[in-house]
């Protein structure tokens, strides 16, 4: 055993203690105070799953403040991203609506921009509801949610021949941020890009220093706000620290962290047995690397600490809604998925916990929460529930976050759309116990996918053949409301009366 990882395992128990025997208490709830609205941070890397926590004891991952911080909050155990892919996930996050609502169908590129995928400049986000009531707001990290457009943009993901994936957003396009300090994708972790207040579109900043790390200086800046150069300090701030890793490529990590799982196989690490190990994966990709993986998960853990302590040293944990989560999980060869964008575990669950003291009750939560809860929840948590607007598709959970009391959804809505064919692809639900996904092409019959998560916690047995009647009840029960309260086109076949689809 290294002597780094020796000390994260110190740190890391120090952090956990007992906190899996019973749920963590905290003080009596407290409405937030008139006299200063709570702030907000929200910090949420890319591709990380809800697995990859060490107090969930999936994954053999190291994340000492990560643990530390789940002591403190409501941990919603059973979240999801309903559509597990990095601009559909997004576009929920700011808009509280479902992918079919606000046209966030696919991922921001040249190809997806043909067919409309783009953060309308009209969409009503929840920081543009923080900026209207008087926030000081700021959004630092990954974007991706404003489609690239000619001439491109010089960059690594903007290539000469292939896809080109990274934008800047204009100011009229940042959706009430007022601080910035982003790009909209690129993927050199080392070396990252940026644009701040000051760039225009054909100067970005390049920065030779890790993207997390680079990040969590600008948030703690941010934070310290010396001089009240960053922000309005009479204002309640609202700031996003939206972090890239642990997402590909696994070659951009800092040796340090490295370090902290050497000698460990990939076997070692990668364990779960719906890992798919003789699949030939593209290079870069695929179960091997799952030591890159874990190494960024761990610097991420890192930088979100030194995030935390300033806020406690600025004297601001009391009256600042921290908020941890990631936009969606990564299978990392399990199943022979490379990454995201399907109904596995890995892929559709996501680390969500909530801190407040004095008003969010800390705990284990298994309620099924969904990504579009997340707008309307932050909002009720801020003592804003009057401001949520209607165009919102999900629910207010604060109540449930105060008092660890009230009926929670029964299913959770899974989704994914062939770029332009929104009336296709998979529709299905995620319940307590089952994964359904039903596929549709063109012409072809309906696929149907099922699981049994109770009876089988890898998802290696579909049971969906020989349970169509099952199926049946779940679509009429449960995904048809869905498909109604989202205004989606996609309809499952009908069933006869022996339970088969017709």
């Not at 059973?78 to 559909?88: G, H």
């Not at 986000?125 to 001439?151: E, F, R, V």
């Not at 996918?449 to 109770?454: E, G, K, N, T, Y």
Request: aromatic content about 10%.
């Amino acid at each position: 055993m290294t002597e780094k990882r020796r000390d994260f395992i110190k740190q890391l128990a120090a952090a956990s203690g007992a906190m899996l025997a019973a749920p963590s208490q905290a003080a009596a709830p407290r409405k937030p105070g008139k006299s200063r609205p709570p702030n907000l941070l929200l910090v949420f890397p890319d591709e990380m799953r809800a697995q990859a926590q060490q107090f969930m004891q999936a994954d053999p991952v190291l994340t000492p403040n990560i643990d530390r911080f789940a002591r403190e909050a409501r941990v919603m155990r059973e979240a999801v991203s309903n559509y597990p892919l990095c601009t559909p996930a997004r576009g929920m996050l700011m808009t509280g609506q479902y992918a079919i609502r606000n046209g966030m169908t696919g991922n921001c590129h040249d190809y997806g921009a043909l067919v409309g995928i783009d953060l309308s400049r009209h969409a009503l986000c929840w920081s543009d509801i923080l900026k209207a009531q008087g926030y000081a707001t700021g959004y630092i990290g990954k974007w991706h949610l404003d489609a690239p457009h000619a001439p491109f943009v010089e960059s690594y993901n903007n290539p000469p021949h292939g896809m080109k994936w990274n934008e800047w957003t204009p100011p009229e396009r940042r959706h009430g941020f007022d601080y910035w300090y982003s790009y909209g994708t690129y993927d050199r972790h080392l070396t990252p890009m940026y644009w701040s207040n000051e760039s225009t579109r054909d100067t970005p900043l390049h920065i030779r220093q890790w993207g997390p790390e680079h990040e969590a200086d600008k948030a703690i800046g941010y934070l310290k706000n010396e001089g009240g150069k960053l922000r309005d300090p009479a204002k309640p701030f609202a700031l996003v620290v939206s972090m890239n890793p642990p997402h590909s490529p696994y070659d951009q990590v800092p040796q340090r962290y490295l370090d902290l799982y050497a000698g460990q196989s990939a076997k070692e690490l990668n364990r779960s047995p719906a890992v798919n190990w003789d699949k030939a994966y593209a290079a870069g990709a695929g179960p091997r690397h799952a030591q890159a993986y874990f190494a960024m998960v761990s610097g991420v853990d890192e930088q979100f600490g030194r995030i935390m302590k300033t806020l406690d040293d600025c004297g601001l944990r009391e009256n600042t809604l921290v908020v941890f989560f990631s936009d969606h999980g990564c299978c990392l060869g399990a199943h022979g998925e490379v990454s995201k964008n399907n109904y596995y575990e890995e892929s559709m669950r996501i680390p969500m916990m909530f801190r407040l003291p004095g008003v969010v009750q800390a705990g284990m939560d298994d309620m099924l929460m969904s990504l579009p809860d997340l707008y309307p929840t932050m909002l009720g948590l801020l003592g804003l529930e009057g401001k949520i607007p209607a165009t919102v598709e999900g629910s207010d959970l604060s109540r449930r976050m105060r008092t660890g009391k009230g009926e929670g959804p029964a299913s959770q809505l899974y989704m994914y759309m062939p770029y332009g064919a929104n009336a296709f692809g998979k529709r299905g639900v995620r319940t307590a116990q089952y994964t359904l996904s039903i596929e549709r092409r063109d012409k072809k019959p309906l696929q149907y996918v099922l699981f049994d998560r109770q009876a089988d916690p890898h998802q290696l047995n579909n049971i969906a053949p020989a349970n169509m009647a099952l199926v049946q009840d779940l679509v009429e029960r449960e995904l048809q409301p869905w498909l109604e309260r989202t205004g989606d086109p996609w309809r499952p076949a009908p069933f006869d009366t022996s339970g088969r689809a017709s």
